[in-house]
T-cell receptor, first 113, second 111 residues
């Protein structure tokens, strides 16, 4: 079975600081995709960043970047210069060969003014 | 650019009743997936539709059924509602592995 683990149920940081959310997963597949989604109180699931497993270069989207360690099956999200609008639930979600997203349990991130 | 549209936004049903939730995918997307998200949990996969057929299914009972129409829109039906079916139901559309676009969900409350 393919599992996804987010070991940090809650995190909080001061505005403008950097925070890293962790995610590990288990799969026997070699080619897959990895996503981080953000879910604010409005409940809309918003795509934050995407990583292809066959790419060694870590993906970056403005203040968001990932540290992808394929051998370790680790996919962490780093948020730099955190802003109040980053307050949300964050979900790690791999997309394996069966083409369905598998979500972790989420990390509730609070940015403190 | 219209994203994924779900209706209704909120719904209250009585135990034992039946409910239908609707989803219109993002323009250009041909695959629709449904997820159930209990309070404080990650979304759980219910099923996925492609070319009007159920392509795969998660660990949900047969009370959960769906349909996809020729215009790619989709319905999720739940029969014989239980209190435990209360959740946020999310619809996501996709085109291959380019990422899923989610709707804002339908909040179902069973009383």
């Amino acid at each position: 079975a393919q599992t996804v683990t987010q070991s940090q149920p809650e995190m909080s940081v001061q505005e403008a600081e950097t925070v890293t959310l962790s995610c590990t997963y288990d799969t026997s597949e070699n080619n897959y995709y990895l996503f981080w989604y953000k879910q604010p109180p409005s409940r809309q699931m918003i795509l934050v960043i995407r990583q292809e497993a066959y790419k060694q270069q870590n993906a970056t989207e403005n203040r968001f970047s990932v540290n992808f360690q394929k051998a370790a099956k680790s996919f962490s999200l780093k948020i730099s210069d955190s802003q109040l609008g980053d307050t949300a639930m964050y979900f790690c979600a791999p997309l394996f060969g069966n083409e369905k997203l598998t979500f972790g349990t989420g990390t509730r991130l609070t940015i403190i003014p | 650019d219209a994203g994924v549209t779900q209706s209704p936004t909120h719904l209250i049903k009585t135990r034992g009743q039946q409910v239908t939730l609707r989803c219109s995918p993002k323009s250009g997307h041909d695959t629709v997936s449904w997820y159930q998200q209990a309070l404080g949990q990650g979304p759980q996969f219910i099923f996925q539709y492609y070319e009007e057929e159920e392509r795969q299914r998660g660990n949900f009972p047969d009370r959960f059924s769906g349909h996809q129409f020729p215009n790619y829109s989709s319905e999720l039906n739940v029969n014989a509602l239980l209190l435990g079916d209360s959740a946020l139901y999310l619809c996501a559309s996709s085109l291959a592995q380019y990422g899923y676009t989610f709707g804002s969900g339908t909040r179902l409350t069973v009383v």
